[in-house]
Structure formats: C-alpha cells, structure tokens
C-alpha cells in the first residue's frame, strides 16, 4: 500500500522560506512522476508544482515559478518543495501526490494522480 507523508509547513512571514518533505512508501518510484498541489479555503485544489523521478524534469504553476523549487531524492523516495519569498497568498493546505504512470507532459488536473498525501498547512502572514 502506497504511503505518502507530508512534513515540513508552518507559520512564516511574507518573504520567508519553508521547506516541505514528502516521505514516499509502499513501492519502488523509479518512475512516473510526483508533485505539489495546494488547497486554499473556498478554493479549488491547483497545480504547485511537478518532477518526473526518472529524468528530473520539473514543472511550475506561474504563480511560483521563481520561487519554488521541487526535487526527488530516487534512492530515498523522499519528495521535496522548497518554498522562498513566501506570499500571504501562498496559504493553503499543501499535498504531495505521486503518479506511477509517465504519460509524456505534466497533468496539471488533480483527478489525474493516484496517491495522494494528508497534506500539510503552511501559513504566511503579512
């Protein structure tokens, strides 16, 4: 059975950094990719970011592209979200997911990923 684990959110000022970890178990990820998401109060679940755990391939939403950084460690299956010049508007419940399937470009819909993490709150205050 697949395991995801956040860790990592808080509370941090506008302009700080936060780091969050993604502990991955249940199975080997050597491919197919993980990713990011975010859920705001009222609002839609949306894209954060993704990477592809064979190539390395990322991908961002606009709204962090310039200050988020992701990255996998392959021999850990551990999932990593680095956060910098933080945002009031970057509050959300943060969740890692992960997708065994590769297809080619990166799903930026919700439904299209299989495991999913209980999330984690990171909060900004301005």
């Known amino acids: 059975q697949v395991q995801l684990v956040e860790s990592g959110g808080g509370l941090v000022q506008a302009g700080g950094s936060l780091r969050l970890s993604c502990a991955a178990s249940?199975?080997?990820?050597?491919?197919?990719?993980a990713g990011w998401f975010r859920q705001a109060p009222g609002k839609e679940r949306e894209f954060v970011a993704a990477?592809?755990?064979?190539?390395?391939?990322?991908h961002f939403a606009d709204s962090v592209k310039g200050r988020f950084t992701v990255a996998r460690d392959n021999a850990k299956n551990m999932l990593y979200l680095e956060m910098n010049s933080l945002k009031p508007e970057d509050t959300a419940v943060y969740y890692c997911?992960?997708?065994?399937?590769?297809?080619?470009?990166?799903?930026?819909?919700?439904?299209?990923?299989?495991?999913w993490g209980q999330g984690t709150q990171v909060t900004v205050s301005s």
């Open positions: 997911t992960v997708d065994s399937r590769w297809l080619g470009y990166f799903n930026l819909g919700s439904t299209g990923y299989e495991y």
């Open positions: 990477i592809t755990w064979r190539a390395g391939s990322t």
């Open positions: 249940g199975r080997p990820f050597n491919s197919g990719v």
